[in-house]
Nanobody, 114 residues
Framework: QVQLVESGGGLVQPGGSLRLSCAASISAFSIYDMGWYRQAPGKQRELVATIRSSGYTNYADSVKGRFTISRDNFKKTVYLQMNSLKPEDTAVYYC????????WGQGTQVTVSS
């Protein structure tokens, strides 16, 4: 059974950093594209960043230059390093990926506030 488990969320001040992790119980993890999404209160879920099996990355314009997505295929884990956090980054962050139709984690809350 495929599971994606996020961790690393929390409360941080503006300008601070957090590193999210997504541990995947997926066979042949390395062949799958993975991604991070977020959903703020009252808003639709939106793409944050994706990383393909090749390592190619893609970012939402709102996080370019501040967030970095990476993966460790040996550990079957995807990371999201978030720097220079802003209050508008406050959301529940979800990991997504794996075999079709794709799977979602349960989410981890990130709150950016002074």
């Amino acid at each position: 059974q495929v599971q994606l488990v996020e961790s690393g969320g929390g409360l941080v001040q503006p300008g601070g950093s957090l590193r999210l992790s997504c541990a995947a119980s997926i066979s042949a993890f390395s062949i799958y594209d993975m991604g991070w999404y977020r959903q703020a209160p009252g808003k639709q879920r939106e793409l944050v960043a994706t990383i393909r099996s090749s390592g190619y990355t893609n970012y939402a314009d709102s996080v370019k230059g501040r967030f970095t997505i990476s993966r460790d295929n040996f550990k079957k884990t995807v990371y999201l390093q978030m720097n220079s956090l802003k209050p508008e980054d406050t959301a529940v962050y979800y990991c997504q990926g794996g075999p079709a139709p794709g799977y979602w984690g349960q989410g981890t809350q990130v709150t950016v506030s002074s």
